[in-house]
């Protein structure tokens, strides 16, 4: 099996006000991650990477640049799943030639899909895409609940490695660690690291990484050397900024902060629909740069 383990940050991309790729931000963004953050691995293609709202050649683009840009220093994991089974194998075969460790699929939203048509889903990417696949599963975005027994038959498919847990639900969290401990399990809300560390979840991916990257493995090592009160503060101190992330517009405002870090190659806008930063999200980016980060 793969060891794909610590902290893997869901990359961020940067646009300009045609909606196309800013690839020198773009490649600032990972060179931060890797140089600065010092993190395990990227995820690709996330929600945090605006991935639904953009065409499938330029989620090839994305792949290729974070593929040149990190070469094999890191791991890279390529999120290849939506609603469309054909595109995701497609970027699947496409990702996996490019060299990436892992894939990784979204549970298809939108239509309310039942468990069978979720499994089957999964089963078409895995038969068509040789390479290894961690589940990604966000209830709250996709309306796709799945218990330990779903979990199970989809964990039981040749190629399935682990899963992106980002759900609230600590006791599903330790009946799937605790039946599955050759499954890699990933804390999904930054948010909860700590709580999903003591779980002994095998890393975490997500969006603040990357700009915390550096408190989110104090973390993760503090729970490791049994230090809970050291860990405490590291998630208090990470939750005082996600706070204010949050309540400032979640992706525009780590764009921005990654600009105040020195990412400052070109428009770091939004891909429409989503909203691009107001002057007023700026002046509290600058804030919070100043006092929380
Ligand atoms: O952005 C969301 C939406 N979740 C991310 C992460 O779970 C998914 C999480 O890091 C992700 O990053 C991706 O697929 O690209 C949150 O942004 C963070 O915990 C703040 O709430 O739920």
Redesign the pocket.
Known sequence: GKNIKGIIS?LLVPFDEEGRVNEAGLRQIIRHNIDEMKVDGL?VG????ENFLIETDVKKQIFDIAKDESKDDIHLIA?VGGMNVYEAIELGQYATELGYDAISAVTPFYYKFSFAEVKEYYQDIVNAVDNDLII?S?P??TGIEMGLKEFEELFALDNIIGV?F?AADFYLLERLRHSFPDVLIYS????MLFPAAIYEVDGA????YNVNGIRARGILEAVKDNDLAKARQLQKESNDL?EAI?ANG?YPTLKRLLQLEGCDEGPFLSRKPMASITDEQLEEAKRIHEELL
């Open positions: 869901a995820y996330g929600s945090t990477g999120q990604y966000i709250v975005l992106k980002t999904g809300f930054d948010e991916i997500g969006s603040t996600i949050l979640l």
